[in-house]
């Protein structure tokens, strides 16, 4: 077996992001088969063992993961064309009353706040901004396996074969889309489970459909669901959840 960058067999194992695992073994946080490593672009092989120090641990228990109900009219990522981003929705004012978690808000969640995934601009529903690699790569990895789900309201007729097509059979991009779950929820709007994110790639799947979508809201990612967290208000990840 050939040997592989400690800080990418970390994220492999899903320690930590690759970048924290860069931070942590400069700071001599990382063990290797008991024994310290503090040299950047270490190898390792993929039997041996890797621990963080209680030094780490103590660091990621303290980065915090936030739900948003994104309302329309704000961007996932970097602000663009004079639209705001999300995360200027993480204000103490815009805290949601029910969070459980128990976390008192302050300034330093702000920093290294990124978006896992994204949400279109003309969408609403669910949004996650997390300080925690761990989490992004959770949910934006190459090979997640967390779905989403979203209700999306649309205009047009749609066939039995089109519906059929929805769930497996279209392409985008020049590839094949993965197999969906989508079904009607009721008489104007539909469920769809995916497990992938290209870009509008609802919007661009009911099109090839002869589809028009209304409205878009995403209400679950993986076992997290958007409940009853209003439009506009954000809560932090509880301890005890787990996407």
Known sequence: MEPIRLSKRMAELGLCSRREADEYIAR????VDGVVVDVLGSKV?????????RQ??????QRVTILINKPV?????QAEKGYEPASVLVRPEHHWAGDSSGIRFERDHLKGLAPAGRLDIDSVGLLVLTQDGRVAKTLIGENSPVDKEYLVRVAGRLSAEGLQRLNH???LDGEALKPAKVSWQNEDQLRFIL???KKRQIRRMCELVGLRVIGLKRIRIGRITLGDLPQGKWRYLRADERF
């Open 28 to 31: 001599g946080w990382v063990r």
């Open 45 to 53: 092989l993929p039997q041996q063992k890797i621990e963080l120090q």
């Open 56 to 61: 780490a641990q103590a660091v990621q228990a």
């Open 73 to 77: 009219g704000y961007v996932s990522g």
């Open 169 to 171: 059979g279209l392409s």
């Open 195 to 197: 497990n992938e994110g």
